[in-house]
Antibody, heavy 115, light 107 residues
Framework: EVQLLESGGGLVQPGGSLRLSCAAS????????MSWVRQAPGKGLEWVST????????YYADSVKGRFTISRDNSKNTLYLHMSSLRAEDTAVYYC????????WGQGTLVTVSS | DIQMTQSPSTLSASVGDRVTITCRAS??????LAWYQQKPGKAPKLLIY???SLESGVPSRFSGSGSGTEFTLTISSLQPDDFATYYC?????????FGQGTKVEIK
């Protein structure tokens, strides 16, 4: 069964940094573009970023461009999201997902930005 | 980026009602559109992909239609388990934007 397991969430102060990981299993991770999607408390889904199959192409929402970096390690079947200069409005559950080819989502990890 | 406008934002309906949700793209996305159902505290669940293809295991009362910029999700006969929030998402490009969501409430 396909699994996406996020980790790395937690409480961080405004201006701080955090790295999220997403461990993938039971599919050929290196063949699929991967994305991060977030959902602030009580709000809708917001696409955050996508990385291409090779990792050479990265795409960001305007709200995180210049502060977040998506990457992947195909040898470890792992997706990453490095977040810096965090703001209160970045507080959300962060999901990793594959959307192109087939559709699968992790259970999410909560990031809280607060002093 | 492609903007997705979903309507209505809230919908009150009764069990057995036919329900339609609309999603409009700011530019043509062909049929690169997905519909999701989300319940509180859960990850989104895919219902429809490529605008009209029913995901395996999803009840046939769910259907999708449209192409280009106008899309609809229809629930033919609303069931108690269907009260949830629904989102459209375009994946015509790697900037895979969502609609604002439609909450389907009990009337």
């Amino acid at each position: 069964e396909v699994q996406l397991l996020e980790s790395g969430g937690g409480l961080v102060q405004p201006g701080g940094s955090l790295r999220l990981s997403c461990a993938a299993s039971a599919f050929t991770f290196s063949s699929y573009a991967m994305s991060w999607v977030r959902q602030a408390p009580g709000k809708g889904l917001e696409w955050v970023s996508t990385v291409s199959v090779s990792g050479g192409g990265t795409y960001y929402a305007d709200s995180v461009k210049g502060r977040f970096t998506i990457s992947r390690d195909n040898s470890k079947n792992t997706l990453y999201l490095h977040m810096s200069s965090l703001r209160a409005e970045d507080t959300a559950v962060y999901y990793c997902a594959t959307i192109w080819g087939f559709n699968s989502w992790g259970q999410g990890t909560l990031v809280t930005v607060s002093s | 980026d492609i903007q997705m406008t979903q309507s209505p934002s809230t919908l009150s309906a009764s069990v057995g009602d036919r329900v339609t949700i609309t999603c409009r793209a700011s530019q043509s996305i062909s049929t690169w559109l997905a519909w999701y159902q989300q319940k509180p505290g859960k990850a989104p669940k895919l219902l429809i992909y490529k605008a009209s293809s029913l995901e395996s295991g999803v009840p046939s009362r769910f259907s999708g239609s449209g192409s280009g910029t106008e899309f609809t999700l229809t629930i033919s006969s609303l069931q108690p388990d269907d009260f949830a929030t629904y989102y459209c998402q375009q994946y015509n490009s790697y900037y895979a934007t969502f609609g604002q969501g439609t909450k389907v409430e009990i009337k």
